[in-house]
Nanobody
Framework: QVQLVESGGGLVQPGGSLRLSCAAS????????MGWYRQAPGKQRELVAA???????NYADSVKGRFTISRDNAKLTVYLQMNSLKPEDTAVYYC????????WGQGTLVTVSS
């Protein structure tokens, strides 16, 4: 059974940084495009960053230049480095395949507030 466990969220002031991690179990990680999604209160879940197994990345316009996605295939882990955080980045962040095919994990809450 594939499981996704996100961690690294927290409360940060505007302009601050956080690094999220997602540990995956099972074989689905290694050969799939992986992504970070987020869901803000009252909004639909959206894909913010994606990375192929070869390391090619894509970003939503709203985070381009501020967020960096990376992966460690040996550790079955995908990361999201978030810099210059803004209040509108406040959301629960999830990882999954792109497009998503695995049950969602519990996510990790990121709150950007002064």
């Amino acid at each position: 059974q594939v499981q996704l466990v996100e961690s690294g969220g927290g409360l940060v002031q505007p302009g601050g940084s956080l690094r999220l991690s997602c540990a995956a179990s099972g074989s689905i990680f290694s050969n799939n495009r992986m992504g970070w999604y987020r869901q803000a209160p009252g909004k639909q879940r959206e894909l913010v960053a994606a990375i192929t197994s070869a390391g090619i990345t894509n970003y939503a316009d709203s985070v381009k230049g501020r967020f960096t996605i990376s992966r460690d295939n040996a550790k079955l882990t995908v990361y999201l480095q978030m810099n210059s955080l803004k209040p509108e980045d406040t959301a629960v962040y999830y990882c999954n395949t792109v497009p998503h095919r695995v049950a969602w994990g519990q996510g990790t809450l990121v709150t950007v507030s002064s």
